[in-house]
């Protein structure tokens, strides 16, 4: 099976534009996640959606934003984009949204905001 | 929220030295993942382990849920080795998890 893909790869924005980067998660999986990396604050939850439906959100502004597709693919959306928005942003898919299973993550985005 | 506590932050070994990594948590989990971070930034998986120990080739993993710890261990270490080790843990319902602040590895000829 193919992993978790992610588009584009890498991105560069300037404060106040907008962004929406896409996840494909494997074939079957049914939860996808998103995460933030910074060389300060780490890997941090954003939210994860399963069955089109946001299950949980981690402590982001509401410029952070996302959906998921009757396909499982996935999108988040970052508007009025920041300097401190810059992060490698990764996205993982799991089989099932029960808390069990592994969670399988994607190459990433590299977000860089002038 | 759930905390995740890693160490040692920072090691430097030799080609052929063996390891062992360190992941503390605060509460009952229900998923604890291990993984290395590449030096492109994706995450590679290598043991799903809420409990007792498993092991791949040279690398192998001990969970004692009880006493809410961790440990992975690298034997004969090897250069390919280097990155980041991060811990993360499910707690709760969904698939958040929460990570630890990784173990940065390098290993030297």
Same mark, same amino acid.
């Given at each position: 099976k193919a992993g978790v893909t992610q588009t584009p790869r890498y991105l560069i924005k300037t404060r106040g534009q907008q962004v929406t980067l896409s996840c494909s998660p494997i074939s079957g999986h049914r939860s996808v996640s998103w995460y933030q990396q910074t060389p300060g604050q780490g890997l941090q939850f954003l939210f994860e959606y399963f069955s089109e439906t946001q299950r949980n959100k981690g +402590?982001?502004?509401? =410029?952070f934003s996302g959906r998921q597709f009757s396909n499982s693919r996935s999108e988040m959306n970052v508007s009025t /984009?920041? /300097? !401190? &928005? *810059?992060a490698l942003y990764l996205c993982a898919s799991s089989l %099932?949204? %029960?808390? =069990?299973g592994t969670q399988y993550f994607g190459p990433g985005t590299r977000l860089l905001v002038l | 929220g759930i905390q995740v506590e890693q160490s040692p932050p920072d090691l430097i070994l030799q080609e052929g030295a063996n390891s062992t990594l360190r992941c503390n948590f605060s509460d009952s989990v229900n998923n604890l993942q291990w993984f290395h971070q590449n030096p492109w930034g994706q995450l590679i998986n290598l043991f799903y382990i809420p409990s007792g120990t498993k092991q791949n080739g040279r690398l192998s993993a001990t969970t004692v849920a009880t006493e809410r710890y961790s440990l992975l261990y690298i034997s004969s *270490? %090897?250069?390919? &080795? *280097?990155g980041v080790y991060f811990c993360a843990v499910l707690a !709760? !319902? !969904? +698939?958040k998890l929460t990570f630890g602040t990784g173990t940065q590895l390098k290993v030297e000829l």
């Open positions: +402590n982001f502004p509401g =410029r /984009l920041e /300097l !401190g &928005d *810059s %099932q949204g %029960q808390a =069990r | *270490s %090897q250069t390919t &080795d *280097s !709760g !319902g !969904g +698939n």
